[in-house]
């Protein structure tokens, strides 16, 4: 079965990219940025590809791997380089100068929603699972409350998007520890639908900034599809 | 006995002769970095030698704790020395003295009389450069209380001959999250109290955006000499912490004789070397943050402070 030797490293490397992957979440909301967040997504999304290997390992699940894979393949690459072509090079470089709160407030309310995510947790890891639990459920439960926050509190139209990848990078990550054995259809099915968000997204984000030649969503009053005036 | 005495006194000197050389070399690394050659790494020595052999004026409005303050500025770091382990991984004849929090009330007693001093001789400049200073200082504080607190509750001390223990035995222990996470925080807090890049440009000698060195404004000849030792002593052994009890706990004298002890020397500077880099990274490829960004600075060292905090207290 298992090597007893091996398996404290591998739980302590995952519980190391727990650690950085909650770190990554809260920095998206804080970075001004837009570059920076982007970057911080594809890092956050190679930090769940790697806790899906590291898990993998831990399991000996080659369905594990699978996912590491296809998540590495569509999040860590395929998203920026959709991002990086489709949107304007105005959109990238510009910075959020202004948030709807300021940013140590909009960090500790961050700190605040992840301990209410690892309360939240406890009972919820106590009845059981699979492998890295522990780590997995509590980390991706805070991610998902923190992405939740970002998508809230951000005016940009693409920090606000990767508030909500980011939730769903963190529902992920909890759920490669509590159901590692999803089927694998389930999985593609998503991360193609990740793929086809971004890219609604980004064509949603185009009109947008054509019109009013801004991508502030703070600054939009009305959604609706007549010309503004 | 008397052998745990001199190593104590042996790991001052260390600290007494090497720190000028560690802002030499950061110096002349980062203007290698500009592409300029620099001065010479040892031109810290000079300065100190120049400032000695100087004429000290004393402003005549101003009170004792102006004359009493480069002392107490020099003092306090070599005080630290005494707690932490600078060449010895067991503890020496001080090191049950005072613990971790107490090395950092002993080095923040000097920050105090720093700050008293720079508003004790009314030059304009020095009160503002004091405010600042107490400004980053208070908000450095949480950070360091959750540190010092997640360090000693993963590590079961605050000794720090003890805490960096924890860290060496089982491999695994070195990669907990929580311990990574304190890493980096630790990080940040150096650079704030160090008065390093993002928070602080120590090479820089614009009077209006000066936070740290504005205090030493005033003084000259030996004052001058003292506070700039005082200063890199601090540096230096704010990284000696930083490195032989939480990042690189390896490599340091593990039996009495005096041999080993002296075989650390080399490999304690080769450590701070490698920390000298990082540093000299961070100080070319970071642009000074504005004052009233350094709470968002803070703030996010504190997060990870925190994120650390909880990945230990919640470990289920």
């Known amino acids: 079965m298992h090597d007893p030797a091996a398996v404290p490293w591998l739980e302590s490397l995952n519980a190391l990219t727990g650690g950085l992957f909650l770190l990554t979440a809260f920095g998206l909301v804080a970075l001004r940025q837009v570059y920076g967040c982007l970057r ?184 609706r599809e007549r010309e503004t005036r | 006995m008397a052998q745990r005495i001199w190593y104590n006194v042996l790991q001052m000197a260390v600290v007494l002769v090497f720190s000028p050389l560690m802002a030499g070399v950061l110096n002349r690394l980062k203007e290698i970095v500009q592409s300029k050659r620099g001065p010479s790494i040892f031109q810290p020595y000079r300065d100190l030698w120049k400032y000695f052999h100087k004429d000290e004026i004393v402003s005549r409005e101003s009170s004792w704790i102006f004359r009493f303050t480069p002392y107490l500025v020099f003092v306090t770091p070599l005080f630290v020395t005494l707690l932490i382990p600078v060449l010895t991984d067991y503890p020496l004849f001080f090191a049950f003295m005072g613990d971790m929090l107490g090395g950092g009330f002993v080095l923040a007693l000097g920050g105090f009389f720093a700050t008293l001093a720079a508003v004790d001789t009314g030059n304009p400049y020095g009160p503002v450069g004091a405010s600042r200073t107490r400004m980053v200082g208070f908000l450095a504080e949480p950070v360091f209380m959750i540190v010092f607190f997640t360090v000693s509750f993963v590590a079961g001390s605050t ?85 032989n009890v939480l990042v690189t706990p390896w490599g340091l004298a593990h039996d009495q004789a005096l041999g080993s002890v002296l075989l650390a020397i080399p490999f304690t500077l080769l450590k701070v070397l490698a920390f000298v880099l990082v540093l000299v990274v961070i100080e070319s490829s970071m642009a000074k943050l504005r004052l009233f960004r350094i709470s968002e600075f803070l703030g996010a060292a504190f997060i990870t402070s925190v994120a650390a905090m909880i990945m230990r207290l919640f470990a289920f």
Not at chain 2, 190 to 203: F, K, Q, Y
Request: proline fraction near 5%; charged fraction near 15%.
């Open chain 2, 159 to 243: 000794i720090p001959f003890i805490v960096q223990q924890r860290w060496v035995t089982p491999p695994s222990n070195f990669f907990e999250p929580s311990h990574i996470l304190l890493l980096l925080a630790f990080l940040m807090l150096i650079l704030a109290e160090g008065g390093r890049i993002p928070v602080d440009n120590p090479s820089g000698h614009f009077e209006l955006a000066m936070i740290d060195e504005s205090k030493s404004l005033e003084y000259s000849g030996r004052g001058m000499a003292l506070m700039k030792w005082g200063g890199q002593m601090k540096l230096f052994v704010l990284s000696c912490i930083y490195l």
């Open chain 1, 40 to 223: 911080l997504y594809v890092i956050q999304s190679i930090l769940l590809a790697s806790s899906a290997f590291l898990l993998a390992a831990l399991d000996h699940s080659w369905h594990l791997v699978a996912v590491g894979v296809l998540d590495a393949s569509t999040k860590a690459i395929a998203v920026p380089w959709v991002f990086r072509r489709a949107l304007h090079d105005e959109v990238q470089t510009r910075r959020e100068i202004t948030q709807v709160l300021n940013v140590p407030t909009a960090l500790l309310l961050a700190l605040a929603l992840a301990i209410v995510a690892y309360l939240l947790a406890a009972p919820l890891v106590a009845a059981g699972g699979g492998r890295g639990v522990n780590v997995n459920l509590p980390v991706g439960l805070a991610g998902l409350f923190v992405g939740g926050l970002t998508a809230a509190l951000r005016r940009e139209a693409v920090p606000l998007f990767l508030g909500l990848l980011a939730m769903e990078n963190s529902s992920f990550f909890a759920g490669i520890a509590v159901a590692p054995d999803l089927p694998l259809l389930a999985e593609v099915a998503i991360a193609f639908d990740v793929l086809i968000l971004v890219l609604v997204v980004n064509v949603l984000t185009r009109a947008v900034h054509e019109h009013i030649g801004t991508t502030k969503v703070g600054a939009l009053r009305t959604l």
